[in-house]
């Protein structure tokens, strides 16, 4: 019989977190795509505590949200979730596939991506770096 410490085993199960991200402590990441858009998705942390996703509901494309706005929601066989916007802007695309598929979130939470803002200012600095949210799942 093998036995494992904790700390082990939790770095082990320990979601990826691509440091080219930032994060909102609501779970959603951002991704600037250009000048004045980003992209917006969930955690991979997220997707693994929602299990088996089944339905996205996707914003409406023109919308105008605020930041931290709740704008869609995805659904699991445990629960749903809103998802909230990580910046001001206006929903510019949102990704259709994820309609006919929800489970390709729960494939690569980072790969795809839900909606695309466009935004007046595309700073990010007040998002969590991949650092702080690990501090901020962890505890």
Same mark, same amino acid.
């Given at each position: 019989?093998?036995?494992?410490?904790?700390?082990? !085993?939790?770095? %082990?199960?320990?979601?990826?977190?691509?440091?080219?991200?930032?994060? @909102?402590? %609501?779970?959603?990441?951002?991704?600037?795509?250009?000048?004045?858009?980003?992209? +917006?998705?969930?955690?991979?942390?997220?997707?693994?505590?929602?299990?088996?996703?089944?339905?996205?509901?996707?914003?409406?494309?023109?919308?105008? +949200?605020?930041?931290?706005?709740?704008? @869609?929601?995805?659904?699991?066989?445990?629960?749903?979730?809103? !998802?909230?916007?990580?910046?001001?802007? +206006?929903? %510019?695309?949102?990704?259709? @596939?994820?309609?006919?598929?929800?489970? !390709?979130?729960?494939?690569?939470?980072?790969?795809?991506?839900?909606?695309? !803002?466009? +935004?007046?200012?595309?700073?990010?600095?007040?998002?969590?770096? @991949?650092?702080?949210?690990?501090?901020?799942?962890?505890?």
């Amino acid at each position: 019989m093998m036995l494992y410490d904790k700390a082990n !085993l939790e770095s %082990t199960f320990m979601s990826h977190i691509p440091n080219n991200l930032k994060y @909102a402590k %609501t779970h959603e990441w951002a991704k600037p795509v250009g000048d004045h858009l980003i992209q +917006v998705g969930i955690s991979d942390f997220a997707q693994e505590e929602l299990g088996d996703l089944v339905f996205v509901e996707l914003p409406e494309v023109g919308r105008k +949200v605020s930041a931290g706005e709740q704008c @869609a929601v995805v659904e699991s066989v445990k629960t749903a979730s809103d !998802l909230y916007s990580p910046v001001n802007g +206006v929903v %510019t695309q949102v990704n259709t @596939a994820l309609a006919d598929d929800p489970s !390709l979130l729960n494939q690569d939470a980072y790969t795809h991506w839900i909606f695309t !803002l466009e +935004v007046e200012d595309a700073s990010l600095a007040h998002l969590l770096d @991949a650092a702080s949210y690990q501090a901020q799942i962890e505890t």
